[in-house]
């Protein structure tokens, strides 16, 4: 599965939005979006943003993107949708567990379906670094399609044999660990329903 991914978001880069749309049904675009309404102030980050369809709705939603990335693959395929869509943003190749920013810089940080990195002690130190006093890290961490018909059926079949139904076993503990304090959210989008996972820096009343 980890080399799947892997070549997804490399040398198969040039696939991820076909793969992404079959895999939701056409929905894996609004999932992403589901992050806007939780997140704070205007500098987000965006950690992993892939063909960048979230970095070009940020900007126009107002917000100042930056986005981060360890694929050059996914960095050019960002850097032509952000240049079709006029948008002159910042995109750096880079990965979130040493993060090239100064502290305090971002009000908000973003991932959409990040694979395990997110909960490694060294991103999250980051995370807590680089967000500013009351910033927040907003994670649409799964999603599931509604519905009978057959290739709802197959598709979630999919998903639960490469175990991402049980992606978020344990992923509490580590942020605890971090200092963060974690609420889960839900949204339904179409005929489908998305989590999320809120995480802002834990005050004395949020340890127990």
Same mark, same amino acid.
């Given at each position: 599965? +980890?080399?799947?991914f892997?070549l997804?978001?490399?040398?198969?880069?040039w696939?991820?939005?076909?793969? !992404? *749309?079959?895999?939701?049904? @056409?929905?894996?675009?609004?999932?992403?979006?589901?992050?806007? =309404?939780?997140?704070v102030?205007?500098?987000v980050?965006?950690?992993? $943003?892939?063909?960048? $369809?979230l970095?070009?709705?940020?900007?126009?939603?107002?917000?100042?993107p930056v @986005?981060l990335? &360890?694929?050059?693959?996914?960095?050019?395929?960002?850097?032509?949708?952000?240049?079709?869509?006029?948008?002159?943003?910042?995109?750096?190749?880079?990965? !979130?567990?040493?993060l090239?920013f =100064?502290?305090c810089?971002f009000? /908000?940080i973003?991932?959409t379906?990040?694979t395990p990195?997110i909960?490694?002690p060294?991103?999250l130190? #980051?995370?807590?670094?680089?967000?500013?006093? $009351?910033g927040?890290?907003?994670i649409? /961490? +799964?999603?599931?399609l509604?519905g +009978?018909?057959?290739v709802?059926?197959?598709?979630? *079949?999919?998903? +639960?044999?490469t175990g991402?139904?049980?992606?978020?076993?344990? *992923?509490?503990a580590a942020?605890?660990? !971090?200092?963060?304090?974690?609420?889960?959210v /839900?949204a #339904?989008?179409?005929?489908?329903?998305?989590?999320?996972?809120?995480?802002? &820096?834990a005050? &004395?009343?949020?340890? $127990?």
């Amino acid at each position: 599965m +980890s080399f799947g991914f892997r070549l997804l978001y490399h040398e198969l880069a040039w696939s991820y939005d076909l793969v !992404a *749309w079959l895999v939701s049904c @056409g929905q894996w675009q609004n999932w992403g979006r589901a992050a806007l =309404p939780h997140l704070v102030g205007e500098r987000v980050l965006e950690l992993g $943003h892939g063909p960048g $369809h979230l970095l070009v709705t940020l900007a126009r939603e107002g917000f100042q993107p930056v @986005g981060l990335d &360890p694929s050059p693959q996914m960095g050019r395929l960002a850097w032509r949708r952000l240049r079709q869509a006029r948008q002159t943003l910042t995109l750096v190749r880079g990965h !979130a567990q040493t993060l090239p920013f =100064p502290a305090c810089t971002f009000d /908000s940080i973003v991932a959409t379906f990040p694979t395990p990195y997110i909960v490694e002690p060294a991103t999250l130190a #980051e995370v807590v670094r680089t967000l500013r006093p $009351h910033g927040r890290l907003v994670i649409v /961490s +799964s999603a599931q399609l509604k519905g +009978s018909h057959p290739v709802v059926r197959f598709i979630e *079949w999919l998903y +639960s044999i490469t175990g991402q139904r049980e992606a978020l076993d344990g *992923w509490e503990a580590a942020f605890t660990a !971090a200092g963060l304090a974690l609420r889960r959210v /839900s949204a #339904e989008i179409g005929r489908s329903q998305v989590w999320l996972l809120i995480a802002e &820096p834990a005050t &004395p009343g949020d340890i $127990h």
